[in-house]
């Protein structure tokens, strides 16, 4: 099995760099994904890393190393509509392979 | 296109009744997932359901259960609710191409409610 863990909040003001950190324990996966989730609305893909390495998209970047079981969410320029939560994800590559979601990162994002 | 529907939006039922979720995935997409996310908490893993088979369960009691149709459409039905069933249910869907990660795209979710 794996469990993910990440920073419960984060808090920062507009225009800004914020990193959101996934660490994990698990025997092993598929990749790490991002998913952001705005109050009362559903979950939205943002990122995928199936390898080492950053993964840019626009403002967002996503970055993962097998090798320290650590992967981060880079979100730049930091936007008032920013303010979400974000969850980290992965895939177990065990039998029957299982989703897990971390616990989620609730970010606000201050004029 | 279309994205994933999910019905009905609310819902609120009593202790003990029964309650049947439905999901329509993307068109094209074969995959269908079903999560609980209780209120202010993360998304816990339910079901997946991939060419109308059950490819995994998560770690739930057996009165929840649900099936997918020949058009992938799917189901979740909850028995003998409780309390602490009361939380939004999400369903996603992907394109499921063996090994890899598809991105799973959710529908907004159905509330519900246990009173």
């Known amino acids: 099995g794996q469990s993910l863990e990440q920073p419960s909040e984060v808090t920062a003001v507009e225009g800004a760099i914020v990193q959101i950190n996934c660490t994990y324990q698990t025997s092993g996966f598929y990749g790490l994904s991002w998913y952001q989730q705005h109050d009362g609305g559903a979950p939205t893909f943002l990122s995928y890393?199936?390898?080492?390495g950053l993964e840019e998209t626009g403002r967002f970047s996503s970055f993962l190393s097998r090798s320290d079981s650590y992967g981060y969410l880079l979100l730049q320029e930091l936007q008032m509509k920013d303010s979400a939560s974000y969850f980290c994800?992965?895939?177990?590559?065990?039998?029957?392979?299982?989703?897990?979601f971390g616990p989620g990162t609730r970010l606000s994002v201050l004029p | 296109e279309a994205g994933v529907t999910q019905s009905p939006t609310h819902l609120i039922k009593t202790r003990g009744q029964q309650v049947t979720l439905r999901c329509s995935p993307i068109s094209g997409h074969t995959s269908v997932y079903w999560y609980q996310q209780a209120l202010g908490l993360g998304l816990q893993f339910l079901l997946w359901y991939d060419e109308g088979e059950e490819r995994n369960r998560g770690n739930f009691p057996p009165r929840f259960s649900g099936r997918q149709f020949p058009n992938y459409s799917s189901e979740l039905n909850v028995n003998a609710l409780e309390l602490e069933d009361s939380a939004l249910y999400l369903c996603?869907?992907?394109?499921?191409?063996?090994?890899?990660?598809?991105?799973?795209?959710f529908g907004d979710g159905t509330r519900l409610s246990i009173l």
């Open positions: 994800a992965v895939r177990d590559r065990g039998y029957g392979q299982n989703f897990v």
């Open positions: 890393n199936a390898l080492d």
């Open positions: 996603a869907s992907s394109r499921e191409t063996g090994v890899s990660n598809q991105p799973q795209h």
